[in-house]
């Protein structure tokens, strides 16, 4: 037997031995703890290499932690630089390929450990496959996989292929809330991609003191409030037309106007939108129960859609745009 095979050999009776007495359960095999991440940019403080790996264990320095999956954020760390296991909002994934986006910034927390990918200043809500958070024995926060694998620390820089949802709904809307409903988010950018990084055998660097700790909202993003009705696709339509040039009033309200009568649009389940850091005309977006999404109007722009008359006192624009007096509405039956 070579001297790496003794090494090897020793190496695996030490994290069973650690392990059993810990709690822990039966350690992974050698060659899963070798396992190499994809290879990807990395700042320099993360890479430790399995030599420095067995020379802490051989110490008794257990740097492996046996973490939980998606399903059980409940098991406590084995020790090492890891000192705490706290549940972040995650999704099951089985590493069988996805979105293929590139996502990419800074890895911050809220104050209640809910992590954001952080793009210049601006903050979204983060999802991460099979994850828990880990916080290092100097109080700098983490996020890894169900195999320990790093997604990244706070402040250090990530790079994986997922997506985004605008605005979050189902699963990762609901993951989000139940634990980080105090800091709502309206949009959450999500990863389908392995970790990239091996367990880490020392602390990561602290932070910049200044990372956002929430999402940016709705309003920070450009998104603002129309007069819009929940739109049923079953549900009875009026064979009314609307066409004209879409503008919106210094309120922020849409509206066509056609030989001196303004008529108010009304949009199914729909939001307005002024992009904070291009100028470019206001716009309508909505959604629907089908998963389509898009723009229904533009600024500036010619529409035509079908739909049905209502009254200039109609609730559902006054209760928006009480300061914006319309001849009549108009409310759109059509779907994009």
Not at 66 to 84: C, Q
Request: include cysteine; charge should be negative.
């Amino acid at each position: 037997m070579s001297e790496r095979d003794d090494a090897d050999e020793l190496i695996t009776t030490v994290l069973r031995e650690e392990a059993d007495r810990l709690g822990a359960g039966i350690p992974p095999p050698l060659e899963d703890l070798q396992h190499s991440a994809t290879r990807r940019r990395q700042s320099r403080w993360v890479a430790a290499g399995l030599g420095g790996f067995a020379a802490a264990l051989m110490v008794g320095a257990l740097v492996w932690a046996y973490l939980p999956s998606a399903e059980d954020t409940s098991v406590a760390p084995a020790g090492g630089p890891i000192t705490d296991t706290f549940d972040v909002p995650t999704y099951a994934w089985d590493e069988g390929g996805g979105d293929a986006a590139q996502v990419s910034g800074t890895l911050a927390f809220t104050d209640a450990g809910c992590p954001l990918l952080v793009e210049g200043e601006r903050a979204t809500a983060l999802m991460l496959p099979n994850a828990t958070g880990v916080t290092y024995d100097n109080g700098v926060r983490g996020v890894v996989d169900g195999k320990g694998r790093v997604y990244a620390t706070e402040g250090q820089t990530m790079e994986y292929a997922g997506g985004w949802q605008q605005p979050a709904a189902g699963e990762f809307a609901q993951s989000w809330a139940a634990l980080c409903g105090d800091t709502p988010a309206r949009d959450i950018v999500y990863v389908n991609d392995v970790a990239a990084h091996e367990t880490l055998s020392e602390v990561p660097p602290r932070p910049a003191d200044d990372l956002p700790t929430a999402p940016a909202t709705a309003q920070e993003l450009g998104w603002f409030e129309v007069p819009t009705f929940p739109f049923d696709a079953d549900g009875p339509r009026e064979d009314a037309l609307i066409e004209g040039v879409v503008e919106f009033t210094d309120e922020g309200c849409p509206y066509v106007e056609t030989d001196g009568f303004r008529t108010g649009l009304v949009f199914p389940n729909a939001e307005g939108f002024d992009n904070p850091d291009v100028e470019e005309p206001r716009m309508v977006y909505a959604y629907f129960d089908s998963g389509t999404s898009g723009m229904m109007a533009m600024e500036g722009e010619a529409i035509s859609y079908g739909g049905g008359g209502g009254a200039a006192d109609d609730e559902r624009w006054t209760s928006v745009c009480a300061q914006s007096p319309v001849d009549g509405i108009f409310i759109v039956q059509d779907t994009l």
